[in-house]
């Protein structure tokens, strides 16, 4: 820097570089250079996370969507009245017993050995008894159960087939690897091939995948006991977490006084928000479980558990929306004589509910896709029966995913695809629905 005496000496002050001169234009070719590669590595890193996503999602469609559609083969079963004696000649209690006692294995079997009648060695014979679904008892069952008058009659039905069938029409297993190497032997190939000549093989919409729960053969598998499970479980939830969490950001907004206590709730608050789920799922196996004695695999406890989960987020999203209310607001309805109960309840609160329920349906669904705390509580029993209420063991939809994808039958990976495709439609149109909410009732302030 020029020192004083300088000046008065007539010294010059150091001259800033010229803009065109060719140091200058170095460095701002240097500069372009280094945003034009922020711009790139930005780009790069877009593009990939864009193809990492494209590459799991259509994996899991690619998957999938053969998991929306099942084979079945057409029998003609004739309901033997030897076999089906017992019905004949029971009533009351001992008739229900003989409906769930008849073996109507034996009527797929005489039908199929009827199509195959070359089919003699033991072995053969019972590669053919393996082609359709154990659940096919359960068909036949219903339908004598409704009609008895069946009894003696031959009819002719579409029958679920086997999942190592399935799996062969699908193009899952190939013809091409060595017998040894798949489920489906040459002889059972042999005898897809030719009951699909003959037009008694076909693929349909699987809608028992809606409408049926969970079981240990993935073509009787279904994901409406996890969806049931589920539903009870969020209802527990939002009944639980959405008044305590809005009645929460009321107060710590509008009511509470500054000190260190607030302080130190307010940050326990956003810690919370930030907690790993597991932990939660310990507190509610401690707590609900061990202390209050719930039963296990239940919504009840499932929903009390992701209850506190949600809790932080429901609360942080309302004391924002209700943060954003204008002052002039709370002034104007204090102005008219309101109480600070009126000016809350009467005013801020259906003004900021628009915020509020968007964070709350971030919530949910944040909670709907959690499998970590429903793990802890036991909520990954085996059940096959439909939840009726939230005192019945259940599971839910994401941790039926987790034990179907544990599941050696190759039949289970696509029936899990087909559930994360299904999860995955629940979260885009909560989320959706969250963005819809905010944009249609969201004032401009």
Same mark, same amino acid.
């Given at each position: ?8 000496? =007539? ?5 800033? !570089? ?37 590459? $799991?999602?259509? @994996? ?46 034996? $009527? ?20 053919? &008894? ?8 359960? %068909? ?13 009659? !031959? %009819? ?11 799996? &062969?029409?699908? =193009? ?14 040459? $002889? ?69 006084? %500054? ?19 597991? /932990? ?13 004695? &719930? ?53 801020? $609160? ?9 964070? !709350? ?26 939840? %009726? =209420? ?16 544990? @599941? ?7 029936? !899990?695809?087909?559930?994360?495709? /299904? ?8 989320? =959706? ?13």
């Amino acid at each position: 820097m020029s020192k004083p005496e300088d000046l008065e000496k =007539g010294s010059k002050l150091p001259q800033p !570089t010229a803009w065109k001169s060719n140091e200058m234009l170095k460095r701002v070719k240097g500069r372009y250079r280094s945003e034009g590669r922020f711009k790139a590595m930005g780009f790069a890193a877009i593009c990939a996370a864009i193809i990492a996503l494209v590459l $799991l999602v259509g @994996s899991i469609f690619l998957t999938g969507i053969a998991g929306f559609s099942q084979t079945y083969v057409k029998l003609d079963i004739y309901f033997d009245p030897a076999v089906l004696e017992e019905i004949q000649t029971s009533s009351g209690e001992d008739l229900e017993n003989a409906f769930i006692s008849a073996n109507y294995a034996k $009527l797929t079997q005489d039908s199929l050995r009827k199509l195959f009648p070359e089919v003699k060695s033991r072995r053969e014979v019972f590669r053919l &008894f393996q082609f359709v679904s154990p659940g096919s008892r359960t %068909q036949l069952q219903n339908i004598v159960r409704e009609d008895p008058g069946v009894i003696g009659k !031959t %009819q002719s039905l579409w029958i679920l087939a086997a999942d190592d069938v399935d799996m &062969f029409v699908k =193009g899952k297993i190939s013809r091409n690897v060595a017998q040894s190497d798949r489920k489906v032997s040459d $002889l059972q190939i042999g005898w897809i091939d030719s009951l699909s000549a003959d037009g008694r093989l076909v693929k349909r919409f699987n809608w028992r995948f809606f409408s049926s729960g969970d079981s240990r053969e993935p073509e009787l598998a279904g994901i409406w006991g996890a969806t049931v499970g589920s539903f009870y479980t969020l209802l527990v939830t939002l009944i639980v977490a959405f008044p305590i969490g809005v009645l929460a950001a009321i107060y710590l907004e509008e009511f509470a006084p %500054q000190n260190k206590i607030t302080d130190i709730i307010e940050v326990n608050i956003n810690n919370l928000a930030a907690v790993p789920s597991i /932990v939660f799922g310990l507190l509610g196996l401690a707590i609900f479980l061990n202390v209050f004695q &719930f039963p296990r695999s239940a919504p009840v406890v499932g929903g009390l558990t992701l209850a506190l989960m949600t809790l932080p987020t429901i609360i942080i999203a309302a004391r924002a929306a209700i943060k954003a209310v204008p002052p002039s607001i709370r002034d104007a309805a204090t102005g008219l004589g309101a109480s600070p109960n009126q000016v809350v309840f009467h005013h801020v $609160l259906p003004l900021s509910m628009p915020g509020i329920m968007t964070g !709350t349906i971030i919530g949910m669904a944040q909670a709907l896709g959690e499998t970590a705390p429903l793990l802890m509580i036991g909520m990954v029993a085996f059940v096959v029966d439909i939840p %009726q =209420g939230i005192f019945d063991a259940s599971t839910a939809l994401p941790v039926q995913i987790f034990l179907w994808a544990d @599941s050696p039958e190759r039949a289970f990976v696509e029936k !899990t695809s087909a559930a994360i495709i /299904v999860l995955l439609a629940f979260l885009v149109t909560m989320n =959706g629905l969250a963005i819809w909410l905010r944009q249609k009732f969201e004032r401009r302030w």
